[in-house]
């Protein structure tokens, strides 16, 4: 027979998965010798045997008699018998925290007979009836499925009726007069009376327990926070202790340290004369917890005790639940408890100062995600801020500014000083140096991979894109928002981290973490700095040591080179060669496109080589014996020439007012309609342009291999690699490759320096991905466009899907986080398996690594270290995410050999990963 009851003394933490959280943790109470007002818990086993089959497992219901029987024998009292009554708490409680997504049922036990006990002294009559009309209304609702607001409505008219303003005016005569009615409302509701007898009510309420996990809050949440759907809630039943019995009594909640700051100490909240419930509403003011010392220094006292002894075996910060019943303390939760970042990171580092845990452990306490936050400035809000337009948290951080509405305008008044953000409907290549000048961006299209999007993060600016509800007017020079109209120059505030836009100038609070990384990683000397640092600093140096997988940075100019180097970057993984052809270098690209010749191709690309030259030459200084990954041009090229829009409008003005158009605007007109492609995204870019746009990929080799001569005469280690991108078929590779080699060769005769530049691949392609084993013939290295990689697998528009109907795909549980930004393991990761198993068995030691956005990403750099990568590659800003998830993904992995090797078999967190 399976055991589906548990009491609290027969179970313990280690048992999360079937106990759930609080009946686990009080169960651990209970064995520590905790005072925990007694109970047992019905397993989430049970709860998944009713999920599935709709029925209660056929031994359940003995087994909760038999449980009660203990429960009763242990109180001296029978559950609801009528001169004092023994009551019971019914709570949810599952693996993972679902804070007041699933039912609970309080005071079962109470009926027409145990009311009248439970409130035989005069004082507590009140109390007692307040007691059985919100079980009555409570059990209506949960167990029996009345409309809730049936009750209220009913509740709303006696207080009319007996002019009271609100619940506590109601005297013992009014609140006889409600229960009455709610129960005649059951009854005409469902047909059936509110049971009397305490053991129907307490099956009833395991019973509503158990639906509630599948109930529409429960469900959202669990797809919100990426919970499996078939993991169920336990329930536990636990006798009632009562904090409303006058002033001897009370509840609160405590914290073992500070979980805003870590700092150590005795925080919380208490409530004289209060239950739990009303402590965690807010409808009354509570007092500092330190309070409690004066009010009632005996539980204090013990309570004091109760948490230190907590913190020693939870080896954790612990939040805790109270209540004091007539002076006597009862310890009702205890878990280990959230925090924020700043304080995840204090603890975990003070935690292994006290030697509680090693300063590994303290790797596992931290993550990504907090560091990340840490790393942005973040406005100082009171809350009470006017939104004035929501959009997707596309890159986070604080930024304050006038808004401008083209790149121009952003570059003309950031020279003259001026703070600005720039708003767009979407950016293009051409607002990049209006990008460069603003605080930040804002869009109404495009999603997390949108350009806004992408480029944003990589210069680590704050971005806020696919705002909706903003419409940029440039002609009018506003946009609107709803029905506010913001003109140029309103300064706006943008969050970045939550996806908003705000009114005015919000204070900001700047990140001493960047200063910090900007020193290549030296400490602050001022020591409230270096408070905020320190705990960073070491569980950092921790994740260097650990980790497995190296991290470099996707960076294309010099400056942001040097940058990710301080940051920790050991390389380039992705240099965009695009960027460096926009700008006062257009007209040579344009002359290149336009040219008629070989003679007059031969001379735009020689203008443009020196230029590349130097570029490429600064970077492999500022990254001086460490890899770069040089990608060969990857856009259409018609993203370098002017919109085809406004040129035909030029055009046609010049031709309307009887003037012969500029033959410059003719000849570029023509070469737009030429170039113009349907799908610019599947059209002719990547390898594809170095194979038909003659002398375009000799260009580009040759200025890598001038800029390592350069920089080789100048005494340094350059270490230039070349990458092709968009690779579908291995062909496409080995005719590049010939162009490169014969150009390395050339750069090496004429120059008599040695050359040796590997070439590798992009793998971007789920062609690529399928045939990486014939590319590999080719290919020194690959490098995963997961970006691309995810667009192509899935079928869908990067620029586009996000904000077009992603939030409707999220909403309806199709994925539970975009594939653009978490990587998509069953597909888009099982190419990316496949791709590396038939690479290196191709050609084993085939260097491996990642340079889509999902390189930064925490949850998947955990996938590409699984994967067996050599490396992941992401914007400077999220180098130090990266070197943190990659150790905390090795010690997983250790972990899980350790497990494996003491033959065991690892608990599923029940997370869906
Ligand atoms: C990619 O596709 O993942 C990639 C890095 O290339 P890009 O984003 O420049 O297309
Ligand atoms: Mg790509």
Redesign the pocket.
Known sequence: MSTYVYDFAEGGRDMVGLLGNKGANLAEMTRMGLPVPPGFTVTTEACRVFLASGEPPTELRDQIRDHLAVLERGAGRRLGQADDPLLVSVRSGASVSMPGMMETVLDVGLNDYSVLGLGKTHERERFAWDSYRRLVQMYGTTVMGVDGSLFEASLTGVKEQHHAPDDSTLDVPDLIRITESFKDLILERTGRAFPQDPAEQLWGAVLAVFASWNGERARLYRRRERIADDLGTAVTVQRMVFGNLGPDSGSGVAFTRDPATGRPGVYGDYLPSAQGEDVVSGVRNTVPLQELATLDPTSFTQLHEHMAALETHYRDLCDIEFTIEGGRLWMLQTRVGKRTAQAAFGIASQLADEGVITIRQALGRVDGAGLAQLMFPRFDTTGTDTVIARGIPASPGAAVGAVVFDSAEAVRRAGAGEKVVLVRNETTADDLPGMVAAQAVLTSHGGKTSHAAVVARGMGKVCVCGAEGVVVDGRTRCFTAGRLTVPEGTVVSVDGSRGLVLRGAVPMVDSELVHYFDRGGRLPDDPAAQEAVLPVHRILQEADAARRLEVRANADTPQDAARARRFGAQGIGLCRTEHMFLGDRRPLVEAMILAEGAADRDAALGALLPLQRADFTGILKAMDGLPVTIRLL?PPLHEFLPDRTELAVRTARQEALGAAPDPRDTALLAAVNRMHEENPMLGLR?VRLGLVVPGLVAMQVRAVAEAVVTRSRAGGDPRAEIMV??VDTVEELRLVKQEVDRVLTAVSTETGVALECPVGT?I?LPRAALTAGRIAEEARFFSF?T???T?TTWGFSRDDVEAAFFSAYLDKGVFPVSPFETIDREGVGRLVRIAVAEGRAARPGLQIGVC?EHGGDPSSVHFFHDVGLDYVSCSPFRVPVARLEAGRAALETSGREAVDHAGGRAVPAGRVR
Do not use: I, K
């Open positions: 990857d990547g991108p968009l992009m971007e466009g970006n691309d990689l667009q889509g």
